[in-house]
């Protein structure tokens, strides 16, 4: 990531960005992904092998269920892995995909009514092809927006959420690399502190190391969201590390970042015990994996803003809980 000037990656940013015009519009997408492409997504889709897999676990049902798909980007950038040594190109994205809710989707009943599913997906870019996508999604916000209540009660807000407060999230041209560089620090530092939750600061001041005071913390539905540090500390971060034990490091399959806009995908990211008392679930005193995308909004050394996206599904089908299963039996509320 050194350099005075600016890395484009324009050619990967145009593949995707077609690749989004025909998925969107229902086209042939092979000319633009890797035949053996590593298609990595939420319950109940999960992992996927060639374009055609995931076109059928995913795509084709979502556009049979909801249309026309109308994709609301709020972050678009690309960048170099740091976890590969900063050798591959990855494009990121983040926003809705917006549509009528007419046909049931993964058991979840229509509305005939508008509905915004939350997505982040990343896309590896190689000779002209996208070899490897991770497309993480709410599907529990879909289903609150559908009258289901997947979860119990939240410690943070439940609301659909923008994009940056700067409205400066899709860099659809080249940034000055600089300022990528200070991003992915900021969030190195962040990973660093967070350790395995020992760093021996009382949570509040371990966040003022790298959070910004006034942040926000745009969390997944079961969890929500919430803004400043000593209430994010409230809201998520204490109930969450008081409801496990044993984390253990982290891991990313990418980690990059391209002007103030930084993000990261792990499958899984960490595993942690669960002790009990996490979105109101008994204890099981079983270790689950965590599969989660994060993006940031970075300045000044400090983060900002974050928006989390967690396979919580996936995480209580671990322990045994099938939540879209019996959310859809019970019905509406």
């Known amino acids: 990531m050194d350099g005075a000037e600016p890395q484009a990656f324009q050619a990967e940013k145009q593949l995707v960005r077609d690749y989004y015009a025909a998925l969107d519009a229902g086209q042939d997408v092979a000319r633009y992904c890797d035949a053996a492409l590593v298609f990595?997504?939420?319950h109940p889709?999960?992992?996927r092998t060639g374009t055609e897999a995931a076109q059928e676990a995913f795509w084709a049902p979502l556009r049979g269920a909801i249309g026309p798909i109308q994709r609301r980007?709020?972050?678009f950038m690309a960048g170099r892995n740091q976890m590969d040594g900063f050798s591959s190109v990855w494009v990121v994205s983040m926003g809705h995909l917006m549509g009528l809710f007419d046909a049931p989707l993964f058991g979840i009943a229509p509305t005939g009514k508008l509905v915004m599913l939350r997505y982040a997906a990343f896309h590896k870019?190689?000779?002209?092809r996208i070899t490897e996508e991770a497309m993480y999604f709410d599907l529990p916000h879909l289903m609150v927006q559908a009258g289901y209540r997947p979860f119990g009660p939240q410690t943070a807000a439940e609301l659909v959420q923008p994009g940056p407060m700067t409205h400066d999230g899709l860099m659809f041209g080249p940034q000055p690399p600089r300022t990528g560089e200070?991003?992915?620090a900021a969030i190195n530092a962040m990973i660093a502190d967070l350790g395995t939750w020992q760093s021996g600061l009382p949570l509040e001041d371990e966040l003022r190391r790298t959070w910004a005071e006034d942040m926000l913390w745009w969390g997944p539905t079961g969890i929500g969201a919430t803004y400043t540090i000593p209430r994010y500390a409230a809201q998520h971060s204490g109930p969450f590390r008081a409801a496990f034990a044993d984390r253990s490091g982290t891991g990313h399959i990418c980690r990059m970042a391209e002007g103030h806009f930084g993000a990261f995908f792990g499958w899984p990211n960490f595993t942690a015990r669960h002790l009990g008392g996490f979105?109101?679930?008994?204890?099981?005193?079983?270790?689950?994996?965590?599969?989660?995308?994060d993006v940031y909004r970075a300045g000044g050394?400090?983060?900002?803003?974050?928006?989390?996206y967690i396979d919580?599904?996936?995480?209580?089908?671990?322990l045994g809980v099938d939540i879209l299963e019996r959310t859809t039996r019970i019905g509406r509320v």
């Open 40 to 42: 990595r997504a939420f």
């Open 45 to 47: 889709v999960g992992l």
């Open 73 to 75: 980007m709020d972050v």
């Open 125 to 128: 870019v190689e000779d002209g």
């Open 182 to 184: 200070e991003t992915l």
């Open 279 to 293: 979105m109101g679930m008994p204890a099981s005193d079983t270790k689950v994996e965590f599969r989660v995308i």
């Open 301 to 308: 050394g400090k983060l900002h803003e974050n928006w989390i």
């Open 312 to 318: 919580l599904l996936h995480v209580w089908s671990q």
